[in-house]
């Protein structure tokens, strides 16, 4: 049995025992598991969602801020810091020449809308600290007016993205982003 992503083989045995002999928990898991299926992406964002518009999506109280991840594990980690009241977008990929995603397979089109039909007044760029995000970030962008883009600082080491921060430097990183092409 292959393992999962981030679960080594000690790990794997550890957990395949505990469902073996904990019956128990081993119900339990199997009923998360038939839920899991039961999700899908909000209509706007693309985040995680058991309902067409996600809870992030649905509050009217939100700013008219899009802070555009690549997980929608980046979107819980800054729903847990409880400071940031905009909105988000999840790609879920970045261009990439080695792994043939090309700027046809973003949804360039559907994010630009959401800007422009939701009347979006700062774009918040919070994608690994890399090359590929900033192509990415620039086709996503091309053609926007009117909208302030910004970007997480470059205190976010390069390379990683803002699901491997601890809580106090994505705030910090949240509160200080900068202009995306260095403009005020």
Known sequence: ?????????LTAKRIAQTLVFDAEKRENLIEALKEVG?????EKCRTISEDRLCHVCSD??????IMVVLSPFDVFKVEDLGRYRGRYFVLYRLISVSEGVTPEDLPVEEFQRLVKEDGVEEVIFA???DVRADITAHYLIEGLEGVRITKLPSGVPRGYGISSLDPYTLLEAIENRVPLDGDS
């Open 60 to 65: 009217p109280e939100r700013e008219m801020k």
């Open 127 to 129: 994608l690994p600290n």
């Open 1 to 9: 049995m292959d393992s999962l992503p981030e679960v080594g083989p």
């Open 38 to 42: 039961e999700l899908r992406l909000c």
